[in-house]
């Protein structure tokens, strides 16, 4: 199952990367940047089920990462797959942390992402 330390964990491992903490008011979005340009390519967000257009109360964890353009439509016919939250919704999608999505399948995104932002 993957879930918010898992990605962390990931991220820390594949890349050497260890995410950044830049808003106290929302203190556990964790944005991944590349070293030395400091790029974004991919941000962990705690967010209101009802901000992400799902029934219930709330909130999930969710990865946001840049994907090809080509590939958001069919990656958004996949449950656990929503538009980019607060980002550019042509280039970027939102991922629920919640064991929905494989893991290998979100470390196959988070790659892709890392590839795109370079």
């Given at each position: 199952?993957?879930?918010?330390?898992?990605?962390?964990?990931?991220?820390?491992?594949?890349?050497?990367?260890?995410?950044?903490?830049?808003?106290?008011?929302?203190?556990?979005?964790?944005?991944?940047?590349h070293?030395?340009?400091?790029?974004?390519?991919?941000?962990?967000?705690?967010?209101?089920?009802?901000?992400?257009?799902?029934?219930?109360?709330?909130?999930?964890?969710?990865?946001?990462?840049?994907?090809?353009?080509?590939?958001?439509?069919?990656?958004?016919?996949?449950?656990?797959?929503?538009?980019?939250y607060?980002?550019?919704?042509?280039?970027?999608?939102?991922?629920?942390?919640?064991?929905t999505?494989?893991?290998?399948?979100?470390?196959?995104?988070?790659?892709?992402?890392?590839?795109?932002?370079?």
């Amino acid at each position: 199952m993957s879930s918010r330390k898992a990605v962390l964990s990931y991220v820390a491992k594949e890349f050497d990367i260890q995410p950044d903490y830049p808003w106290a008011k929302f203190p556990k979005y964790a944005v991944l940047r590349h070293a030395g340009s400091e790029k974004w390519f991919g941000i962990v967000m705690n967010v209101p089920k009802e901000k992400l257009g799902l029934a219930g109360e709330g909130e999930l964890d969710i990865l946001d990462v840049k994907c090809h353009p080509g590939k958001v439509g069919s990656l958004r016919q996949m449950e656990g797959v929503l538009p980019g939250y607060h980002m550019n919704k042509e280039h970027w999608i939102s991922v629920v942390l919640d064991g929905t999505v494989a893991t290998e399948h979100i470390h196959e995104l988070i790659q892709d992402s890392y590839e795109l932002t370079k």
